[in-house]
């Protein structure tokens, strides 16, 4: 086989594994499952993202390597907390054949700008939260290029990069692909023509 065709059948079974994994969504979603502000439950929502992460080509690890996943949290929200503590076990649990490595982030107790550079993420995950300025958040993400992702779609209007929604019944990407540019991600042409691209 060649090495044209070894690519497209690489390229034709990531694009299944996130069509795949989206499905899987759909069907393991109960219609009460949903929590404040998000659409799709938060461990479904790591396992799509964990996807996601495959069709960055600027996310370039080996297998033995880890990804350091920080979940932005606030302590004085329930909402955010829940959000958190899912968040983290299913980090923790995940299949993924790459190491992760989860870390909390309660921004309650410190700033994003302090917290970055003692923990150097790879990605962070943010949960819903309260009395935060989102577009800051977003601002300091770019400037240390890690990329964001998040179970609440407002945030993606507000400068986050990769969320997800129920559209009718079924789970879709969302992606601010000017986010994702600035936070130094190159998403594949595969993912792109699989999410809704913010703004449409």
């Known amino acids: ?63 033995a390597s880890e990804i350091v996943v920080g979940v932005v949290f606030q302590s004085g929200y329930r909402a955010s907390v829940n959000a958190k503590n899912v968040a983290m076990a299913a980090l923790q649990v995940t299949g993924n054949s790459r190491k992760i490595r989860a870390i909390a982030i309660d921004l309650d107790r410190e700033t994003l700008v302090t917290a970055l550079p003692r923990y150097r993420p790879s990605v962070l995950y943010v ?15 770019r400037n240390a290029n890690i990329t964001t992702v998040t179970g609440v779609p407002e945030y993606i209007s507000l400068g986050l990069a990769v969320s997800v929604k129920l559209q009718g019944e079924r789970p879709k990407l969302v992606i601010n692909a000017e986010a994702a540019k600035a936070e130094g991600a190159d998403f594949s042409a595969e993912l792109l023509n699989l999410a809704q691209i913010w703004p449409e």
Do not use: W, Y
């Open 1 to 63: 086989m060649t090495a044209p065709m070894i690519s497209r059948s690489a390229r034709h079974a990531r694009r299944c594994a996130i069509a795949v994994a989206i499905g899987v969504i759909h069907a393991s979603t109960p219609a009460d499952a949903h929590a404040q502000d998000m659409d799709v439950p938060v461990q479904m929502q790591v396992a799509l993202f964990l996807k996601v992460l495959t069709f960055d080509r600027n996310l370039v690890v080996s297998p």
């Open 127 to 141: 949960a819903p939260l309260r009395a935060i300025e989102i577009g800051d958040l977003a601002t300091t993400a």
